[in-house]
């Protein structure tokens, strides 16, 4: 009841500031999408294209953020106006299985996607990823390998990261309180606020520091990383925690969730089916969104790794689902310096 009680607080909020597109055809879809517009659009405009069904697409705004498509189909459960939820990331993905809202799809696309990246009975796929990797400005030397660099003396008032309250840094302490318990969790947290650490807005924002030079590195999204490489920026991406005895990299994919209830549930599948494909995938990886495709033999960007070539986090999106409510009162109390 907490979990529900602390979800639903955001409802209100994410029924303001959206953006609708409605384009007309005689098959129609309704999408969500928490996936950045400027790189989604593209991909839903192709749909369009390719199978002739109308694509009416909501894309949360800045202000709402991924947690906005989310809470939206939480307000809309009980007369569900959207066929397919489009997440940014599969932990919210998940939160909606476990409220019921999700249904359950296995398409033939997910062949091939690593067990760990989809929901095993169908409630969500993922697609196209993010690793969570560290931004290392060029001068700094050594350069850090762990994200336990942050409790380390020698970067004492030298690293940055994104306020762990949004985005997918919360789902990064998740993780690492699922993984490590919940005592070593609130132990790393108050070793980085003993070490100096600065809090930041964003993980754009992370990495716009540390590529200045003001702070020596920070945790951000993969994707940020390469945006700022590509603008021939002085920092550089390490993958963390590569070692064989340490705990790999997060990953973030995309996850495409099926909607109970759909009122187009046929064009959802088929949504859902082009969403999760080879071919989307590659786009993706393409794009300025430097997507990490899950399928093999899809090429990845040229400045990362293929995902078969990394030591991922071994998490259970569920798992991590749950903790991410479970903890928000500490994050807040954290963050605010309690």
């Known amino acids: 009841m907490k979990r529900l009680a602390a979800v639903g607080v955001l409802i209100v909020a994410a029924l303001v500031s959206w953006r609708f597109y409605a384009p007309t055809g005689s098959s129609t ?33 800045e202000e709402t953020k991924s947690a906005g498509a989310m809470n939206r189909l939480i307000a809309e459960k009980n007369n569900p106006q959207a066929d397919v939820y489009w997440a940014n990331e599969p932990v919210r993905a998940e939160v909606l299985r476990q409220q019921h809202i999700a249904a359950p799809y296995i398409s033939p696309n997910a062949s091939g996607i690593p067990a760990t990246f989809r929901d ?8 196209a990823a993010r690793a969570r990797v560290l931004i290392v400005h060029r001068d700094v030397d050594p350069k850090p390998a762990s994200v336990l660099a942050y409790t380390d003396a020698r970067w004492r008032g030298k690293a940055v990261i994104a306020n762990p309250l949004f ?13 490590w318990g919940d005592k070593r969790g609130r132990f790393f947290l108050q070793s980085l606020r003993d070490n100096g650490i600065k809090l930041s807005p964003s993980n754009g924002d992370s990495a716009d520091l ?13 994707d940020d990383a390469v945006n700022r490489m590509q603008q021939h920026q002085p920092v550089e991406l390490i993958y963390p925690d590569q070692g064989p005895d340490e705990i790999g990299c997060l990953i973030v ?20 089916d082009y969403l999760i494909s080879k071919d989307t995938e590659r786009k993706l990886a393409l794009s300025d969104a430097a997507q990490i495709p899950l399928h093999p033999g899809v090429v990845p960007p040229a400045q990362l790794r293929a995902i ?16 991410l409510q479970a903890i928000q009162p500490f994050l807040k109390s954290w963050a605010q310096g309690g």
């Open 167 to 179: 985005g997918t840094t919360t789902d990064q302490m998740a993780a690492l309180f699922v993984h």
């Open 308 to 323: 078969e070539t990394l030591k991922v986090m071994n998490v259970n999106y569920a798992e991590v689902a749950a903790k």
């Open 253 to 272: 994919p995309n996850a495409a969730v099926l909607i109970t209830g759909a009122p187009h549930p046929e064009a959802a599948r088929t949504l859902i």
């Open 120 to 127: 095993p009975d169908g409630y969500w796929t993922g697609f």
């Open 29 to 61: 879809v309704v999408v969500y999408v928490s996936h950045d517009q400027v790189f989604s659009e593209p991909i839903l405009k192709d749909f369009e294209k390719d199978t002739g069904i109308a694509v009416r697409a909501v894309y949360d705004t």
């Open 210 to 222: 540390v590529a200045r030079g003001e702070f020596a590195f920070s945790l951000v999204d993969s």
